[in-house]
């Protein structure tokens, strides 16, 4: 039994960190300049209660490698719109990256 869940912990470890990869591979193929940030900051400047501005910055916060700021975003993201799957699934994704990338530093 013990053996199991060794097995089983050892399987569900791999596949996060799998995960976290394979996110970051993707994220490495699209790029978002300074500029797209700037944008949405003027977006929520003059719509403070637009869920997907702030959902959309912490997309490109993210891609940036402002994984704190951007888990900042989806909140607020998800305060605004508790529907928004993509919100919460994005700010899991994030936060194990994070996360993965704080235990390398």
Do not use: W
Not at 4 to 27: H, M, N, P, Q, Y
Not at 88 to 93: D, E, H, L, N
């Amino acid at each position: 039994m013990q053996l199991f869940i060794k097995t089983s912990i050892f399987t569900v470890g791999f596949l996060l960190c799998s995960t976290v990869i394979f996110a970051e591979k993707a994220d490495k193929k699209y790029t978002f300049p300074l500029s797209t940030l700037e944008d949405y900051d003027q977006a929520i400047h003059l719509d403070p209660h637009s869920a997907r501005a702030h959902h959309n910055r912490g997309v490109a916060k993210k891609k940036l490698g402002q994984y704190q700021s951007a888990i900042k975003d989806y909140n607020q993201a998800i305060r605004l719109d508790p529907d928004n799957a993509q919100a919460y699934y994005k700010r899991g994704v994030t936060h194990m990256i994070y996360c993965y990338k704080m235990r390398l530093d």
